[in-house]
């Protein structure tokens, strides 16, 4: 007898093409949040809302407290002009954003689909969501909003997001900086000697980038976008660009930020104006419980490996899962399919492994929350 979820594997498909095909950029998923919530609504879930940060809630099996906190991100890292064509080469389905972390949203649609079918009565209440604002300058915005929302009843937070070989049980926190110069400007020959925008922050990135950070504390740092002036002789009038400092340590993180104000304020001179905008921050791990953060981690390893055979491997990363950990709350991150490419226009995933790392969600599930 086939087993629900080989039953639901073109529905799996039919979601997986449909949300391909809309752009949700962060700050920008209403339309795929619109669609995830009527399909929710199709499959016969009652408690479905969309939150004030516009992320989808299901809260058919909520309880007053200790829920589990189910989530996968509607957001993408590509903005709405990007090429949404998917191509299908055999069971290798490419298209930006299909594994992080559109995949994981079906999952979760199929999960609940599943439960509804199956009229799942679980002992422990689970919260699902489908959130905004997890990439780049989403500022985590939608799971920041899911735990205010519903502050003092989540026990924990399960997030799918990217690829089944790792589960990330420890979070990178960052800090991002909008950094920019302005002064004066004039003609390249004929004011030649005043202060250049571009100049004043290439000085800044150089000696930023000569920074040395406390060793063992996984601290990185990157200038991702860089702009600035107008033509090649005019002295340029502005210039600006993108900094992130990551870090695993609260502690490095803040090093690494006294170190950019010091290097600031050495720069300052006279004609140019500095300015530093924090542009996002996510925090870093506080103090979690270790027994229950080994239960649910186990647990995540145990369902991946029962399902598809996959060994996943533990890391550090960035993700929602930075929230909860910040206030204490355990909260694990992995990924259900077989997958590579995330954040690049080359991204892709096996959909014949999208079954198994559907069960592997539903094992995990029925672990923590007792039964389904
Ligand atoms: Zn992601």
């Given at each position: 007898m086939k087993d629900f979820f080989e039953q639901n594997a073109q529905e799996a498909l039919r979601c997986l093409e449909a949300l391909c095909a809309i752009p949700s950029p962060s700050h920008a998923e209403e339309v795929r949040a619109r669609w995830c919530a009527q399909t929710l609504r199709q499959y016969g879930a009652r408690q479905v809302s969309i939150d004030g940060a516009g992320s989808v809630v299901c809260a058919?099996?909520?309880?007053?407290?200790n829920n589990v906190l189910v989530m996968a991100h509607l957001d993408t890292v590509f903005d709405s002009g990007t090429d949404l064509t998917l191509r299908k080469d055999g069971g290798i389905w490419r298209c930006t954003g299909i594994g992080d972390d559109t995949v994981n949203v079906v999952a979760v649609l199929l999960l609940i689909k599943a439960m509804l079918e199956k009229g799942a009565r679980p002992e422990r209440g689970v919260l699902f969501a489908l959130n905004t604002g997890e990439e780049g300058l989403g500022n985590l915005k939608g799971c920041r909003q899911l735990m205010r929302d519903w502050a003092g009843r989540v026990g924990e937070v399960i997030s799918f997001d990217l690829y089944r070989d790792e589960v990330y049980t420890d979070c990178i926190g960052s800090k991002r900086y909008r950094i920019s110069a302005s002064c004066e400007g004039g003609h390249s020959f004929h004011d030649f000697g005043r202060p250049n925008a571009i100049a004043a922050l290439c000085g800044i990135l150089t000696e930023l980038y000569e920074y040395r950070p406390?060793?063992?504390?996984d601290t990185t740092y990157n200038v991702g976008t860089m702009r600035g002036g107008s033509s090649v002789n005019v002295i340029a009038r502005d210039a600006q660009c993108l900094w992130e400092f990551r870090s695993r340590d609260g502690g490095a993180l803040a090093a690494a930020d006294a170190h950019l104000q010091a290097v600031l304020d050495r720069r300052r001179r006279e004609g140019v104006t500095l300015r530093c905008e924090v542009v996002g921050e996510r925090p870093c791990r506080g103090e979690v419980d270790a027994a229950r953060m080994q239960s649910l981690a186990a647990d995540c390893e145990e369902a991946i490996f029962e399902e598809t055979g996959v060994r996943a491997k533990r890391a550090a990363a960035s993700t929602d899962c930075n929230v909860p950990l910040s206030l204490g709350i355990p909260a694990v991150c992995c990924g259900l399919v077989r997958g590579g490419g995330a954040h690049t226009l080359g991204e892709w995933i096996d959909v014949d492994t999208l079954m198994d790392g559907c069960r592997a969600a539903e094992n995990l599930l029925k672990r923590r929350l007792k039964s389904i």
């Open positions: 058919d099996w909520a309880r007053e407290r406390e060793p063992g504390t």
